[in-house]
């Protein structure tokens, strides 16, 4: 069974830091990854995906992301934060090698303040 | 743009009522499905749809049915609703082997149900 681990639930971090959000993924053959982010009261909005090819990705809003099998890993970066980077952040693993058993597993989120 | 739309962004029932939460997508998508929404948990996959008629249970089905008799409509019933319901709800959907081919899953901006 796919699953997804967030260790941090709350990180605080000063305007114009470096941000890194952490996210380890269980999933049996090449996982497909996703950060979303989701603003208070908004829906979910994708940063980024990886499914191949380079491992680290370009995402919007000037996140990136680099995936490393060794470590089962995903971890989101941004290398200075901004203060309407606050909201939400959830890390997804999904695929399906069937037809049909596509689905997305997520993570119990990271909650982004950020103090001036 | 591809549209996720729930008809009920907030709806308060009484316990024991049975409530039906409607999802409707505009972009012909095979796959859709039903999250829960709670702080801590991140989001959880109840139930969720290939084709019409179609349903696979998700990791917490309990307490929860859907319907799919359209392919752009899937609804999910709670058929005696309790207060441990009380979330929000998103709804998704995507094309078929889309997650499989780079693509996302697409989400409505949610149903906050209380249960009183």
């Known amino acids: 069974a796919q699953s997804v681990t967030q260790p941090d639930i709350h990180i605080t971090v000063s305007e114009g830091a470096s941000l890194e959000l952490r996210c380890n993924y269980s999933y049996g053959a090449t996982p497909y990854l996703f950060w979303y982010v989701q603003s208070p009261g908004q829906g979910l909005q994708l940063l980024l995906k990886y499914f191949s090819g380079d491992t680290l990705v370009q995402g919007i809003k000037g996140f990136e992301a680099e995936f490393k099998r060794s470590q089962s890993s995903f971890n989101l970066r941004k290398p200075s934060v901004h203060w309407s980077d606050a909201a939400e952040y959830f890390c997804?693993?999904?695929?399906?090698?069937?037809?049909?058993?596509?689905?997305?597993?997520f993570g119990t989120g990271t909650r982004l303040t950020i103090i001036p | 743009d591809v549209k996720v739309t729930q008809s009920s962004r907030y709806l308060v029932k009484r316990t024991g009522e049975k409530v039906f939460l409607e999802c409707v997508q505009d972009?012909?998508?095979?796959?859709m499905f039903w999250y829960r929404q709670d702080p801590g948990l991140g989001l959880r996959l109840i139930y969720f749809s290939y084709d019409v008629k179609m349903k696979e249970k998700g990791d917490i089905p309990e307490g929860y049915s859907v319907s799919r008799e359209k392919k752009e409509r899937f609804s999910l019933i709670l058929e005696s609703a309790s207060t441990n319901q009380t979330s929000m709800y998103l709804c998704a959907s995507t094309g078929i082997r889309d997650l499989l081919s780079g693509n996302t899953i697409y989400f409505g901006e949610g149903s906050w149900l209380t249960v009183v």
């Open positions: 972009m012909d998508h095979e796959n």
């Open positions: 997804a693993v999904g695929g399906g090698t069937n037809f049909g058993n596509e689905k997305l597993t």
